[in-house]
């Protein structure tokens, strides 16, 4: 507002917290006071044009039947100066609390419109979603008449997930909820989640719903009860699928830990195949490929073997740019646990990998073969000195296991006159 404005103090005078600055037209704009006072200021420009404006026309009212603000002062909510009972909730990261209708917990007032905001938390370093579980919930429903119409005739909760309000979408609520039954619990798809309560003519006990704001990984698999960053992916769900570093394709937070485990059945091998991945490895300083505990000591990724007695066997530590090749679970363990460590400094885009459950393969894999007692030999990979094939359709990978054994007393000397496979970037 440049020139000519209004401005209204939630207070006694014009040291009180602001309302709002107000130009230009506004159609339908309703204020209430926190308190008992209201104080409104107008400012005009000296003019120096001979032009007039109508100006504004104002009805105000006291009354005692607004909504009390109680049912917000007395948790972890914050009134929206200006509105009758808007309110908004911020996450503490991870956070939790408890919203209530007005007037709770006696009856609610008719013909009252109030709106929630619960925010998690979105940053660089963290993105929170919200989960709203309803312990009590009455809410009376109106007389139905038209199937069309909704069955909420009369007072309503509406929730939206999406983050409608942004857009003043508010026609396109993700639920309508109304009734005696106790709602579902729902999740939000972002980091924010609101509410519209308006009550019709009738009176109900209204609601009491926990809000807990949780960290969004957006990782997809079964994740831990706990909330931590734990996945677990089993052949009994689902035989195929994607998994990632958390926020990809943005980049990881830092100062995490995340745990994917994938379980096959008896009879089955897991294969896992790295698409994308850039893990950060600020102090390595390699020519070749950056793996091990001596090079990726900041941001790493560690892949284990799971055995069905509780043992586990160390695959390797990667980071960098030096994704694991295709990895496949031996016959007779159960399965693969990958880690992924950040520290407190710096992340990168992380890693995008598919997994696929098959029906375990020969000890020689797809191909391969065994060599016993000989004094030399030759192992090639299948069609060399052409290209090796790639795998099947619809398969994870293509394995070759060659088994080596020498005659007692003697050793084995393994020397590679050519070797070029798919892995390490051009440059190095």
Request: hydrophobic fraction near 30%.
């Amino acid at each position: 507002c440049p020139f000519d404005y209004v401005r209204v103090f939630d207070g006694p005078d014009n040291t009180s917290a602001v309302i709002g600055t107000y130009c230009g037209q506004q159609r339908n704009l309703v204020l209430y006071s926190s308190e008992h006072y209201l104080f409104i200021h107008f400012s005009t420009l000296q003019r120096t044009a001979n032009t007039q404006n109508r100006g504004f026309k104002g009805i105000f009212e006291f009354s005692e039947s607004f909504v009390k603000l109680d049912f917000i002062r007395e948790n972890d909510g914050m009134h929206i100066r200006g509105s009758e009972c808007d309110q908004k909730i911020l996450s503490k990261k991870e956070s939790t609390g408890f919203v209530y209708s007005p007037n709770y917990p006696f009856p609610y007032i008719p013909k009252v419109v109030c709106r929630y905001f619960v925010y998690g938390m979105q940053d660089a370093q963290n993105l929170e979603r919200v989960k709203l579980e309803f312990s009590i919930f009455e809410i009376p429903k109106g007389e139905h008449k038209d199937k069309s119409e909704s069955n909420c005739t009369d007072g309503y909760l509406k929730v939206y997930l999406k983050g409608q309000e942004v857009a003043d979408a508010y026609d396109k609520f993700d639920h309508e909820l109304c009734g005696g039954e106790l709602p579902h619990a729902v999740i939000s798809d972002g980091p924010r989640l609101v509410m519209v309560f308006s009550s019709g003519e009738l009176q109900g006990r209204g609601f009491k719903a926990k809000y807990t704001f949780e960290t969004e990984y957006k990782i997809p698999g079964t994740a831990a009860p706990d909330g931590t960053c734990s996945f677990t992916y089993r052949s009994t769900s689902r035989k195929k699928g994607e998994f990632n570093s958390p926020r990809y394709p943005s980049n990881y937070p830092s100062e995490t830990n995340c745990s994917y485990v994938f379980l096959a059945t008896p009879n089955e091998q897991v294969t896992i195949v790295f698409d994308h991945f850039k893990v950060k490895a600020d102090g390595a300083n390699t020519t070749g490929g950056a793996y091990g505990a001596s090079v990726c000591f900041e941001d790493w990724l560690e892949m284990y073997v799971l055995y069905r007695d509780g043992t586990d066997r160390f695959l390797g530590r990667y980071c960098s740019l030096t994704a694991p090749g295709p990895v496949e679970s031996p016959r007779g363990a159960v399965g693969i646990r990958v880690v992924l460590h950040t520290d407190l400094e710096n992340v990168a885009s992380g890693f995008k990998a598919r997994y696929i459950f098959e029906t375990a393969k020969s000890v020689f894999g797809d191909c391969g073969g065994n060599f016993s007692g000989e004094d030399s030999g030759i192992v090639t990979s299948p069609n060399f000195p052409a290209n090796y094939d790639g795998p099947g359709k619809g398969l994870a990978s293509r394995a070759c296991n060659w088994y080596i054994t020498a005659r007692i007393g003697y050793k084995i000397l393994l020397n590679f006159d050519f070797f070029a496979i798919e892995g390490e970037p051009a440059s190095e």
